[in-house]
């Protein structure tokens, strides 16, 4: 990767769990060659309480949508 330049940057959701989601970005070059990828949990929180919680089913659901919706991308 060189600036100036440009990039493109896909993020996919490859998991879900019960208090977290599982993110993959892959970052492409110009040329559309991968150049570096990267994986996040992003975990679903109470901040009050400072406890992680169950991820809601109707936000699962949404969130498993999306993944089969993306999956028909790549």
């Given amino acids: 990767l060189f600036f100036p330049g440009n990039v493109t ?3 996919i959701a490859k998991e879900v769990k019960n ?3 599982i ?4 970052v ?3 040329a559309g060659d991968l150049a ?3 994986t ?3 975990v ?3 901040f009050v309480k400072q406890t992680k919680i169950p991820l809601t089913d109707q936000l699962r659901e949404n969130i498993r949508r999306y993944i089969e ?3 028909k991308n790549y």
């Fill in 44 to 46: 679903h929180f109470d």
């Fill in 69 to 71: 919706k993306q999956a």
């Fill in 23 to 26: 993110l993959e970005h892959l």
């Fill in 36 to 38: 570096v990828s990267g």
């Fill in 40 to 42: 996040e949990v992003i």
């Fill in 9 to 11: 940057v896909c993020t």
């Fill in 28 to 30: 492409y070059d110009e």
């Fill in 19 to 21: 208090t977290s989601i």
